[in-house]
T-cell receptor, first 119, second 111 residues
Framework: GAVVSQHPSWVICKSGTSVKIECRSL??????MFWYRQFPKQSLMLMAT?????????EQGVEKDKFLINHASLTLSTLTVTSAHPEDSSFYIC???????????????FGQGTRLTVV | GESVGLHLPTLSVQEGDNSIINCAYS??????FIWYKQESGKGPQFIID?????DKRQGQRVTVLLNKTVKHLSLQIAATQPGDSAVYFC??????????FGKGTRLSVIA
């Protein structure tokens, strides 16, 4: 299957600082990538859809000014958690589909996830 | 099974037995379904998928069954091994929309 690489795999930051998480599709072009958040013992919750060359689409209840998404190329999307607080501590996971038909009846390929801890 | 609060339902099976993990989905418009396996601290890993025009699909040691009438999906794992221990999620998608994940079931294999 296709490879999606996420970096860093874990990060600890102080309250009030910002953290950037990268998601790269290594062997295919992804016009659309997705960002999920997962709290302990819970399922993945979609935060936003990242669209190459345009604005991200955020799910209801997700603050777009807090979770900044940039999808500047067909192989890279970034999620920046701004002014992080302890309640933002979570496992963040990105996924990508194929060019032209992302997530339309095709499997999604997931990154390894990033464990964010805000202290 | 259904989740209770923050606790994932857990299925414990003996090594070598067959496992059946169930999932109820909510959207009757969903036409594509995927089972994912997630090990601790890792992203979801694709196991098997099925489209709504099918009711059964088999892979290596795994079988997915789809019952659209009652909106039910199941994953069967044959000859369960310790390496199968993980959390399993079903995911559904209506055409053209992002995946929606179910609540997950923790599979614990007893050696």
């Amino acid at each position: 299957g296709a490879v999606v690489s996420q970096h860093p795999s874990w990060v600890i930051c102080k309250s009030g600082t910002s953290v950037k998480i990268e998601c790269r599709s290594l062997d295919f072009q992804a016009t659309t990538m997705f960002w999920y958040r997962q709290f302990p013992k819970q399922s993945l919750m979609l935060m936003a859809t990242s669209n190459e060359g345009s604005k991200a689409t955020y799910e209801q209840g997700v603050e777009k000014d807090k979770f900044l998404i940039n999808h500047a190329s067909l192989t890279l999307s970034t999620l920046t958690v701004t002014s992080a607080h302890p309640e933002d501590s979570s496992f963040y996971i990105c996924s990508a589909g194929g060019q032209g038909a992302p997530h339309v009846n095709t499997e999604a390929f997931f990154g390894q996830g990033t464990r964010l801890t805000v202290v | 099974g259904e989740s209770v609060g923050l606790h994932l339902p857990t299925l414990s099976v003996q090594e070598g037995d067959n496992s059946i993990i169930n999932c109820a989905y909510s959207n009757s418009a969903s036409d594509y379904f995927i089972w994912y396996k997630q090990e601790s601290g890792k992203g979801p890993q694709f196991i098997i998928d099925i489209r709504s025009n099918m009711d059964k699909r088999q892979g290596q040691r795994v079988t997915v069954l789809l019952n659209k009438t009652v909106k039910h999906l199941s994953l069967q794992i044959a000859a369960t091994q310790p390496g199968d221990s993980a959390v399993y999620f079903c995911a559904e998608t209506p055409r053209g929309t992002p995946l929606v994940f179910g609540k997950g079931t923790r599979l614990s294999v007893i050696a």
